[in-house]
């Protein structure tokens, strides 16, 4: 647990120097990499080899270039499509775990286009006169999630979630997930003084990306099930890989970012 805190808290302050300290062009520039790192780490998870790895990252490189050229919409709508009918794929490889379902290549592209989506996400929401506080409310949400979902499972966890796919992963953990989530969207609606409808509309956005974020944590645990793989990597002492640290992120980014355009408050 003091490794965990001891990770988190410098990787905590770099992110919000980066948010709040960099110009968009330097975000983007600064984000990229982080995804892009999570891609080479998703390659190994799926059992690549070096060349591999390298040549799946150097396509991913590709499609963020190219994701230039496209309006990030027609991007992030449809991984909000995606990541919808997710929880349905969830349910049937708890039901059916020994089915086969190495489909590498597959997943190698289906993880590309999660990491690109949630990078345009971030930076889409990075451009407006707000963005830094909501590229912030975003992270929040999804590490209040996440938090609370570890705790709360931890303290009263008694019924699991998906036991086939995460055992500790419990249905007191979700509500605690949602719980925190939601509690982020008020407290972020009256430091920005939004109207009551609006302040109403954050909340339920944030408690929908909460849940959504749990989704893409699942979606991840799933992945290293069929792959056999613990981590998906070690870069971060007590942590994991990367990876392991925005799964929920690839997952409640573009719904937040929609949620945000559809809301007219950037």
Not at 3 to 14: G, K, N, Q, S
Not at 127 to 153: E, H, K, M, R
Not at 160 to 178: D, Q, R
Not at 254 to 261: A, E, K, N, S, V
Request: hydrophobic letters at 55%; aromatic letters at 14%.
């Amino acid at each position: 647990m003091y490794i965990r805190i001891l990770t988190a808290v410098p990787l905590i302050l770099l992110v919000l120097l980066a948010i709040f300290y960099t110009s968009p062009t330097w975000f983007a520039l600064i984000s990229a990499l982080i995804f892009l790192y999570g891609a080479l780490e998703w390659g190994k998870l799926l059992g690549f080899s070096k060349k591999q790895q390298l040549l799946y990252l150097l396509l991913t490189v590709i499609a963020f270039f190219l994701s230039g050229f496209i309006n990030a919409l027609f991007l992030l709508a449809p991984s909000a499509i995606i990541w919808l009918f997710i929880p349905g794929l969830l349910f049937r490889f708890q039901q059916h775990p020994q089915a086969h379902w190495q489909h590498p290549y597959l997943h190698a592209a289906v993880g590309s286009f999660f990491l690109l989506t949630a990078w345009l996400g971030l930076n889409l929401l990075r451009l407006g006169a707000l963005g830094p506080f909501f590229v912030l409310i975003n992270l929040v949400v999804v590490w209040a999630s996440d938090s609370c979902a570890y705790f709360v499972g931890r303290r009263w966890g008694k019924h699991p979630l998906a036991p086939g796919i995460s055992p500790k992963k419990t249905i007191e953990g979700l509500v605690g997930a949602l719980l925190a989530s939601l509690s982020v969207g008020i407290v972020s609606g009256f430091l920005l003084k939004l109207s009551p409808t609006m302040l109403l509309a954050l909340s339920f956005l944030s408690l929908l990306t909460g849940g959504i974020c749990v989704v893409g944590d699942l979606y991840e645990s799933m992945i290293k099930r069929i792959y056999k793989v613990k981590d998906s990597g070690t870069l971060l002492p007590g942590h994991g890989g990367l990876l392991d640290r925005i799964d929920g992120l690839l997952a409640a980014t573009p719904f937040f970012t929609l949620g945000i355009i559809w809301l007219t408050l950037l």
